[in-house]
DNA sequence: TATTAGCACTCGAAATAAATGAGTGCTAAC
DNA sequence: GTTAGCACTCATTTATTTCGAGTGCTAATA
């Protein structure tokens, strides 16, 4: 069956009410508040007949309605008008955005926590890099058997390692490896330093300690650890402030799976495409811990390979559009101050593209 | 009144009694439990006295009886029965332990967790060292306007910074401010970095674009981050596990502040001493959150001058004894580790002291 | 044909009442 | 000093009632 336009207003009208109160919304507080011109009578008639399209349901027979997660899809999709953040709003957002990332350089625990405060819901950040190779290795002589390796990445961060040995080693082959790893390690990625490559420098060093196996060694695991995708999740206790998570036992059980780092998006899903925001409602969610609660993430690139996502967990009555718009707004942040660009112009946002899941799993 | 022997068993035994159950314990309970060889209506009148005393109290008139502060202070000091950890707990544990202390670096944040993990209650951690000192920089020359700056503290750990300047510098220079710090830079504290000292550098190496304090900034700041306790709060959510915590609302309010980086020991306290556990009863407690909680705290001391604490935040019911052996045992853990000692040997967690903030502040 | 007023009906939530029983304090006997 | 006995208290549980928001349906209306 068709959904007409007045039944589309009257379920946006039940959504964005109940979205409010978190109580069932009955025909007669509609007929008062939203101004389409018909009695409670006739909202009822449209009422049962969203109930059994599905988009509404009835926790018993004498009360109101409540959106199903079908419904919240529709919602989403179609009826939900898009927030514009206010001006102030707007300057708001850029101050705290800009202090968090300036003030350290973990940022995405950073911006997690940001984006739970500003949302007061659980929230969470991901990112990861594709192909991370390294630009420079200075290898450091300490004295006989310490030596320090300190790596350049292509994002010009800088990490190193203390290496302590059993065995002597003197200074000019730490200097002639120096050497020839900058010549054959730099600007590959993990993958490609092979044990073939490991042995053939190796040999060339005239290596006999080993330590070509340790350098590479760290080579491999700072690349792969920046490539690995890094998660947080912050502010789970902010679910409490939910009166669907009035049950410790619930509240609980979700806490406990957000805290222990279980899949929150469909674990192989890529980031998403930048400035898209996606949700996930309810039983579009895979994690039988997350069957009733929504998703909301926005997507990052900075372009220089550094993707990400921020977004919030909640229950299903989620102010979707405004925590979307706010979180679009992060993510538009953050694209453009990870990528080394200036500082993001306000108005920017305006570009939301809400995309959803929307295969009915019900 | 002085407290006769039989008050105390019947004291340890409501005590004991209340941690397992969390249900007020009365008179018939406690003379089936309790060997204690005489009937329900003495037990009665003993615990009327303990009642007056101030060591139990009634929640309403035809309840049993639940221990105060006092009461538990008094069971903490005296009554309780030390707990040995089992040969096969001690295993777990130190296995536990030693696998977190391998994996990473990030020990502080993972040794909270062990914690919270291991008693099940929120856990907190925290780090300091004192006396930090350089004991050598490099100083890496990348091309003309970038260079990093490497420099290695007197615990071997290694720290890094790239600088980007606006001007151009040349590689003597670099190499020679490399020699000079590593002449009057190194094995200083923060407060000996003064505005003379960088001032007399930058003549001396006839420095006109700032990069001495550029380094010396760096160096500062390195030693500040160093030295500055590093605190970590893990598993608030652990919280809702108590039944003293069913009310979102109360549980929220722990949480958050948990959360917040609110101070949980008083500010200023000191460490203590290694292998002291801290027991800090309901309103002993400073901070106003915490008032009708209870925080056990263990000190470990590395030796190098790395002190810290592990420690757990829950209702006052709480197994005082169980929590304090596995703390201590932890806390001993890691002054050995930490050290650089050997691995623990076990049945070392035997010495087990308690102290505890004595004054009455009910 | 669509809308609406009217009304009986449903059913959860809130209020009220009654029953239960664990635990007490006190007294009197041991 | 200890204990059996007993009346009493009071939170908790269970049962009962009341209340009212909200419904579905019918019949009148535009």
């Known amino acids: 069956m068709e959904i007409s336009e007045r039944k589309k207003k009257i379920l946006a009208a039940v959504v964005d009410e109940y979205i409010l109160t978190a109580e069932p919304v009955g025909s007669k507080a509609l007929a008062e508040k939203a101004g389409l011109g018909c009695s409670s009578a006739t909202i009822r008639n449209e009422l049962a007949e969203l109930v059994n399209m599905g988009y509404l349901e009835q926790p018993h027979t004498s009360a109101g309605r409540v959106p199903t997660p ?48 500003l949302t007061n819901y659980p929230a969470l950040a991901l990112s990861s890099r594709s192909q991370v190779t390294i630009k420079r290795f200075d290898i450091i002589y300490v004295d006989a058997n310490t030596f320090i390796i300190v790596v350049m990445l292509d994002n010009n961060t800088v990490r190193n390692k203390l290496v302590h040995l059993p065995v002597s080693v003197d ?19 993990d993958s490609q330093i092979t044990p073939v490559l490991i042995n053939s420098t190796e040999r060339a060093a005239d290596d006999s300690l080993g330590l070509t196996s340790v350098i590479a060694a760290f080579a491999m695991e700072v690349l792969a650890t920046e490539a690995a995708p890094a998660a947080f999740v912050t502010g789970e206790n902010r679910l409490l402030n939910q009166p669907e998570f009035r049950d410790p036992d619930k509240a609980h059980r979700l806490m406990s799976y957000l805290s222990s780092g279980g899949y929150i998006l469909p674990p192989g ?7 898209e925001v996606r949700v996930l409602i309810g039983p579009e969610n895979v994690a039988e811990e997350l069957k009733d609660s929504s998703v909301i993430v926005a997507s990052y690139d900075a ?3 550094t993707k ?16 979307a718009s706010k979180l679009s707004f992060l993510a538009q942040g953050l694209s453009r101050r990870l990528g080394g660009g200036e500082a993001p112009v306000e108005g920017m946002h305006n570009k939301l593209i809400i995309k959803g899941d929307d295969s009915d799993k019900r």
């Open 171 to 189: 200074e000019g082959m730490v200097k002639k490896l120096s050497t020839m790893f900058n010549a054959s390690f730099t600007g590959i990625t």
């Open 303 to 305: 372009g220089d390979g």
């Open 70 to 117: 079908l419904g919240y899809r529709m919602y989403v999709n179609e009826l939900m008008q898009k927030q514009k953040l206010s001006l102030e709003e707007t300057e708001e957002l850029n101050l705290r955005l800009e202090k968090k990332l300036n003030e350290l350089d973990n940022t995405i625990s950073d911006v997690s926590r940001l984006a739970s405060q």
């Open 269 to 275: 899903e890529d980031l998403g495409d930048a400035n």
């Open 308 to 323: 990400g996502l921020i977004g919030v967990v909640g229950p299903t009555r989620m102010d979707y559009s405004a925590i």
